[in-house]
């Protein structure tokens, strides 16, 4: 197997700087073999309302382990509490607890699912009242960006002397 060396000076191939909306991109920022694995699509408002959420830390991890696998808007997620327990090195009865909380809380819905007649499976989770909460929080988030968007741009106006 031989390697590429990258183009030298006499080469005909001249690179040309990446710009900064192309790193944007996952595999600029995790590497290809990292974002291969899997990656989840998640909004910034759920880290930055969780106090407002009133989520504390092991319950936005569980919830986010909820989430993971949520990628289609009409096909609700699912996983089991034991992989969830595995990956947090938590006990399964206590993520249950958790899970139990943030249905509590109203933050996610949980649905039982069967094979056949009588064999449990997994639960799929409804994270529709979590969505909801996120939407009552947007515009006091908006807002607040807004507001400081105008403060930072007050300071950087060069002043009238």
Do not use: C
Request: hydrophobic share 35%; net charge positive; charged share 30%.
């Amino acid at each position: 197997m031989k390697s590429k060396s990258p183009p030298t000076e006499s080469s005909n191939v001249i690179q040309l700087p990446v710009g900064k909306k192309e790193r944007r991109r996952a595999e600029d920022k995790w590497t290809g073999p990292v974002v291969r694995l899997g990656y989840t699509q998640l909004p910034s408002l759920l880290l930055k309302g969780q106090a407002k959420l009133k989520l504390t830390p092991v319950q936005l991890n569980v919830l986010l382990h909820i989430i993971e696998p949520w990628w289609d808007a009409d096909r609700l997620p699912w996983i089991a509490k034991d992989t969830i327990a595995q990956r947090m090195r938590k006990t399964p009865r206590s993520v249950q607890r958790v899970i139990t909380q943030l249905e509590q809380a109203g933050h996610i819905k949980r649905i039982e699912r069967f094979y056949g007649k009588k064999h449990q499976t997994a639960n799929a989770y409804s994270p529709a009242g979590l969505v909801k909460k996120l939407i009552a929080l947007e515009p006091e988030f908006r807002k607040a960006k807004e507001q400081n968007r105008l403060r930072k741009k007050k300071v950087e106006a060069p002043s009238a002397a």
